[in-house]
């Protein structure tokens, strides 16, 4: 039986890596789109989006019957329930890649933006955020994951950097107002991604360790500073 | 033991039904203090939200706990994950009722937002959307959650709306910038609590049927329409 169940939970881990695999690419291209000015990272996004949600559902049917035929205990129940979980989060960021893919339709139609060295760094900084969150996962290593918990909050210091200086613009007439709205509207996508991360880092301390530290740290929060 | 796993099953709903409880009282507040311009309101949101976030820690440990002690199956296995998942949208819901609390804040520091009409139409649906999401899950009523899937695009609609006319108003000066942004980001902030709602309404359905819904039908997104 334990046997069966590790198999189960070792097929569980590859589909979920797979799964984050096409999220870190959709992250990616979605970067790549308003970055580079380009409709084929655009459209590269919706593809992944698709195989997402595929893996997404399918990942959920898997914990399932893992659950029903298998009724793992401890560790291996905390593993499952957190696999359930960062499944739902990287779901979610795939929306966020499509959302900011759609933002750049839109961005794409008026003249660039005077200034994206903000925007560009908090993309950086989110992309590698994710990747430490995957990687906590793929290697059950809680420092990693303790790691995209204290450095969230950098995104969102930069994130009222570009809401600023995008109102600054407006007001300054450098740019339109819907553009600097588009701006917005991508660094509060990137944003999310972020948060999400976060949210899969607490599941991987859950997983390794059973605390629940979702609500021992603060997050900033509201107005300019959203969470 | 099916006994004890339906006593278990009973409380974690009644834990539920209470964390939605608060939630709605959450957004309750959260609305009447852009609407009437109200401090005491956002003090409100923000002293549910640690009720919030301690009912989200106490359920999951408990659904934990059911899953490891009582080894449900089929229906009841379907409704503690559902439960699982429910209590994840709760919090964020409650997450975006501080967000609109903490908007408001700055939503008062500014000259009065020239028309409110669409921001109060989109609050008013969205409760109802909540209410109904909630409703769904109480009576087990698939018929409720499936109008909760359906109606969701009337929100996006209603914030399309809003997004389109704080632009015309920031561009024609009938507002400043940051006064603008203050209600677009409030509508944001309704729109993804309607979104969650949504989420429920899905897990609500299968939790019932055993069928998962949640990338059959299309939702708006992106641009000025996110998801």
């Keep these: 039986m334990q046997r069966s169940l590790d198999t189960g939970l070792g097929e569980v881990k590859a589909q979920l890596i797979q799964m984050a695999g096409y999220l870190e690419e959709a992250v990616k291209y979605s970067t790549l789109a308003w970055k580079n000015r380009s409709r084929e990272m655009i459209d590269k996004v919706n593809q992944i989006e698709s195989k997402v949600n595929q893996a997404h559902m399918d990942i959920d049917a898997a914990c399932f019957k893992l659950l029903a035929t298998q009724q793992p205990l401890a560790s291996d129940l905390r593993f499952l329930l957190s696999v359930v979980k960062i499944n739902t989060d990287l779901e979610r960021m795939a929306d966020q890649a499509v959302n900011i893919a759609n933002n750049t339709e839109f961005y794409l ?15 950086e900084i989110v992309r590698e955020l994710v990747k430490v969150a995957i990687d906590s996962f793929i290697n059950s ?43 917005i509207l991508i660094a509060r ?26 609500h021992s740290h603060s997050r900033e929060k509201g107005g300019l500073n959203e969470k």
Excluded: C, W
């Design 189 to 214: 996508n990137l944003e999310r991604i972020g948060d999400h991360a976060t949210n899969i880092a607490e599941d991987v301390i859950f997983s390794i360790s059973g605390k629940d530290v979702r």
């Design 141 to 183: 290593d809680s420092a990693l994951a303790k790691k995209v918990v204290d450095e969230d909050d950098q995104v969102d210091q930069l994130k009222d950097k570009v809401f600023q200086n995008a109102l600054e613009s407006i007001k300054m007439k450098t740019t339109d107002a819907e553009q600097g709205l588009n701006v």
């Design 109 to 123: 139609k008026h003249t660039p933006y005077p200034d994206l060295a903000d925007l560009i760094k908090m993309s």
